[in-house]
């Protein structure tokens, strides 16, 4: 089997084509334009792989997506580049609109041209796997979680970028019959993620000795993943998933900021005695809250529990032991990853011109 993986030099799509290459027989063209977020370091043992191919090409592009469709003819499509920052969505939003919108809808069309080439039992197993998130049902009050049926109701422009992308992938199956798969995920945390997301940020900040910025009061409650479970669901919904279904995928772990924070620090004061920063939970500092933010992501995973069969391995507590150990181990990718745009900096407080 031939899978097209969209953003593979990312944090889930990089783990997906490691998953793929290392543990399945499958061959794996990785379609990624390497923005500051794509790092191939992130899939260095698996590119030497003869299933391996890369391609470096913009999923707004319509042109190149059809010559990569057309050279590597693949049996499935797995979606996952975006632009995938909440701050840098509020900062400016038209890059987050234009490749998570217009890109997904570039996709599809080049998708639908090379399955309508297809014939017979290769037509019926294609498929085509949007990867999506669960901030495009909203936000949750204290009680309650997000299934398949609740209403979408995005609040950043993130969240309505992937919430417009999930109603185009619909409307491809419906209107035209294209064989596709959604999938809505909650926070995910492990190896190989940006350093400008909340745990690597804390990781990094903390080693530093720097504060430790949590947004608002701290109380902003998100549901953890690991990725690697992430992209074991992923690998099922595709092989399993009942065409033109959604699953949720979620950790059922939830988990306030300023309880990720504290656990993060005790794991480092354990594997740092030596630190000058100890009790790194001092270093936990409190700032402005993020416009919009949304207090409470809950995601409710019987259906690909029940249906798929699909379990997580890790507990938040193994998880986030296993990434802080592989971020203290791999601070070289930390600086590479850091030389990115902007990564660091305060993002997300809307300052900058409207339009960008
Ligand atoms: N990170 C999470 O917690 C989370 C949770 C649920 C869903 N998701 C979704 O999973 C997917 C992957 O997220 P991530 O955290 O790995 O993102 P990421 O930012 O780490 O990686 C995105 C990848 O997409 C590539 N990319 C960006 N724009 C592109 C374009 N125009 N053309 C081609 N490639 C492009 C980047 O180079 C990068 O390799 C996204 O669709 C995201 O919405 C993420």
């Not at 334009?33 to 707004?60: H, Q, W």
């Not at 050279?71 to 499509?77: F, I, L, T």
């Not at 306030?256 to 005790?266: F, R």
């Amino acid at each position: 089997m031939k899978i097209l993986v969209t953003g593979g030099a990312g944090f889930i799509g990089s783990a997906v084509v490691r998953q793929l290459i290392n543990e399945t027989s499958a061959q794996v063209v990785n379609v990624d334009s390497l923005t500051y977020a794509g790092n191939l370091d992130n899939i260095a043992d698996a590119s030497d792989s003869p299933r391996y191919a890369f391609e470096k090409v913009d999923v707004c592009d319509a042109a190149a997506l059809r010559e990569v469709f057309a050279e590597h003819r693949p049996d499935a499509v797995m979606h996952l580049a975006a632009e995938s920052h909440v701050d840098r969505s509020i900062d400016g939003p038209r890059a987050t609109i234009e490749t998570n919108v217009l890109g997904t809808f570039t996709l599809l069309e080049a998708a639908r041209a090379h399955w309508q080439e297809l014939q017979g039992d290769d037509r019926a197993a294609f498929r085509f796997h949007h990867v999506s998130t669960d901030e495009v049902f909203g936000s949750l009050g204290a009680e309650g979680a997000f299934s398949e049926t609740s209403p979408y109701q995005p609040n950043s422009p993130y969240a309505a970028s992937k919430a417009g992308a999930d109603h185009l992938v619909r409307a491809w199956r419906e209107t035209y019959g294209l064989p596709v798969v959604l999938s809505n995920c909650s926070n995910n945390y492990g190896p190989f993620q940006h350093p400008e997301k909340l745990i690597p940020l804390l990781i990094t900040r903390a080693l530093a000795g720097e504060p430790l910025p949590i947004y608002g009061t701290g109380r902003n409650v998100r549901d953890w993943l690991y990725v690697e479970d992430h992209a074991r669901a992923l690998r099922l919904v595709l092989e399993k998933g009942r065409v033109g279904e959604s699953y949720n995928i979620g950790g059922n772990e939830e988990r306030t900021n300023l309880q990720v924070a504290e656990a993060l620090c005790g794991i480092l004061d354990e594997l740092l005695p030596e630190s000058p920063h100890r009790p790194h939970a001092n270093l936990i500092s409190l700032v402005t809250d993020r416009p919009g933010h949304d207090l409470r992501y809950a995601i409710d995973a019987a259906k690909v529990s029940a249906e798929l069969g699909w379990r997580p391995r890790e507990t938040f507590a193994t998880g986030l032991r296993k990434t802080v150990e592989w971020y203290l181990a791999n601070q070289d990718w930390r600086a590479r990853a850091l030389a990115g745009a902007g990564a660091g900096e305060r993002l997300g407080l809307g300052a900058a011109q409207a339009g960008s």
